[in-house]
Nanobody, 122 residues
Framework: QLQAFGGGLVQAGGSLRLSCAASGFTLDYYAIGWFRQAPGKEREGVSCINSSGGSTYYADSVKGRFTISRDNAKNTVYLQMNSLKPEDTAVYYC?????????????????WGQGAQVTVSS
């Protein structure tokens, strides 16, 4: 089971750190992706990291502001979000892929956690 937490309400320009924790299985061999879905919009890929942590991907909309990282010893993946904008408001989901490589397509992910709400006020 995956669980995303750390969301909340923040003013534009602020920061939040999301965590994705796993229970019942180890994340060591999985690529992890972060996705988000705003009201009335399709789910979009935000970032992903391969199983070793050596390869990452960021959507253009968050590049330079968000940083994905993983601590396999803690079985947790993080998404540090800085310089947040109102358009970052969405429910954020983490997902695990049995493919250890980083691909940001939703169809590549096998396990999904419950989302965490992130709201950025202007």
């Amino acid at each position: 089971q995956l669980q995303a937490f750390g969301g909340g309400l923040v003013q534009a320009g602020g920061s939040l750190r999301l965590s994705c924790a796993a229970s019942g299985f180890t994340l060591d061999y999985y690529a992890i992706g972060w996705f988000r879905q705003a009201p009335g919009k399709e789910r979009e890929g935000v970032s992903c990291i391969n199983s070793s942590g050596g390869s990452t991907y960021y959507a253009d909309s968050v590049k330079g502001r968000f940083t994905i990282s993983r601590d396999n010893a803690k079985n947790t993946v993080y998404l540090q979000m800085n310089s947040l904008k109102p358009e970052d408001t969405a429910v954020y989901y983490c997902a695990a892929s049995e493919d250890p490589l980083c691909f940001i397509a939703t169809m590549r992910y096998d396990y999904w956690g419950q989302g965490a709400q992130v709201t950025v006020s202007s």
